[in-house]
T-cell receptor, first 115, second 109 residues
């Protein structure tokens, strides 16, 4: 089945220790997104890739970086996690970006705990 | 600014009908999405409306009024598995999704 996969599902890191979250997709979608979601809050878009074009949201901290080496994979790097970065990190994909019908499909998420 | 408003929490009874409302203010509009999110899981797509009116999909229906900046999600014949958060998201003129914080729906037997 075509899908969006995130690894790991649960990640525990120490304050200040870099961590990388991964996302892969078999949908062959052009756009990949990274969201941060804290409990009972709306998902917050961190950045997205349209093919290889990287788009950073204005309020995304520099501590968050992303890589997309190919169509299928996208990584979220948190260079120095703080306690406030503990959250669920959601990867999503869409076929395109530029029509209202381009639904975003989400992976299962990675729950990050910072000790 | 851009904003989505939806109730924080609602309670309903198994077998009943519930309507979850959402109002939005966005710079331009390219449609409205509803997602379901069970606790600790990712959002799953439920519906998309871009034209005024009601779209029905089995037990779930979604309504849109563009002139009022208003949408609702209607859930019929509620089942315990419908207990979840329901997220409303409007797409603005830049095709960016503006998300609500979600409505937590509690179903009681």
């Amino acid at each position: 089945d075509a899908m969006v996969i995130q690894n790991p599902r649960y990640q525990v890191t120490q304050f200040g220790k870099p961590v990388t979250l991964s996302c892969s997709q078999t949908l062959n979608h052009n756009v990949m997104y990274w969201y941060q979601q804290k409990s009972s809050q709306a998902p917050k878009l961190l950045f997205h890739y349209y093919d290889k074009d990287f788009n950073n949201e204005a309020d995304t901290p520099d501590n968050f970086q992303s890589r997309r080496p190919n169509t299928s994979f996208c990584f979220l790097d948190i260079r120095s996690p703080g306690l406030g970065d503990a959250a669920m990190y959601l990867c999503a994909t869409s076929r395109a970006r530029g029509t209202g019908a381009d639904t975003q499909y989400f992976g299962p998420g990675t729950r990050l705990t910072v000790l | 600014g851009q904003n989505i408003d939806q109730p924080t929490e609602m309670t309903a009874t198994e077998g009943a009908i519930v309507q979850i409302n959402c109002t939005y203010q966005t710079s331009g509009f390219n449609g409205l999405f509803w997602y379901q999110q069970h606790a600790g899981e990712a959002p799953t797509f439920l519906s998309y409306n871009v034209l005024d009116g009601l779209e029905e999909k089995g037990r779930f229906s979604s309504f849109l009024s563009r002139s009022k900046g208003y949408s609702y999600l209607l859930l019929k014949e509620l089942q315990m598995k419908d207990s979840a958060s329901y997220l409303c998201a409007a797409m603005d003129s830049n095709y960016q999704l503006i998300w609500g914080a979600g409505t937590k729906l509690i179903i009681k037997p």
